[in-house]
């Protein structure tokens, strides 16, 4: 389950920003660098405007355990970022905390995005 | 809080990586790396037996959201850890899921720990 979110995340990050809409609740939150962020509407607003036009996520690791008793799962993801005319791809880090939507599905409770610099 | 744990958790780390017991429950889970851990004892047993003697974590970015409505908290922390004789410091990121312990503290109940290597 984890795997095809994860999948189809990013795919969507990708290709139509504005279609994480789906993804979210209007509790769900988003800590993305320093802007921390609350709802649906205001999490896509923000997505939609980050100062990129093309971008590619190249996942490197992903590791899931169930965070509650409930059916949530906490991800942690590693990979790469490669945005725009760029040749250097960026390390970044999200960690998300999925939970079931009542639905059969999952939405993204916590969603907390880090680029990671080299170590020096 | 979070920032209390955090620095808790690495100085305990780096200085008597067994006294790390106190902060894992039987259900703690730990993922390291391709290693999926449960319960204090293996826990333990895990961050003792990893193949370095002298260790310093550096935190350079932590971020906090609440996790569920019972006061359980998200962590995400990136930095750089160096080990041993090494002079060249790795980059990591970890997501930790912190509970309250019903006794006034919080217990970890979801680790997961991942080096970044440079995306290239």
Do not use: W
Request: overall charge negative; cysteine-free; hydrophobic content about 45%.
């Amino acid at each position: 389950m984890a795997n095809q979110f994860i999948e189809f995340y990013y795919k969507t990050f990708d290709q139509n920003r504005s279609s994480l809409a789906a993804l979210y609740h209007d509790n769900s939150m988003l800590t993305f660098e320093n802007a921390a962020i609350r709802g649906t509407a205001a999490i896509v607003e923000k997505l939609v405007s980050l100062p990129f036009e093309a971008v590619v996520h190249q996942v490197a690791t992903k590791d899931v355990q169930p965070s509650n008793e409930n059916g949530g799962i906490l991800v942690l993801v590693t990979g790469a970022l490669l945005v725009d005319k760029e040749q250097k791809p960026m390390s970044y880090t999200q960690a998300f905390q999925l939970l079931p939507d009542g639905q059969g599905s999952y939405f993204v409770f916590n969603d907390v995005f880090r680029l990671v610099y080299a170590a020096s």
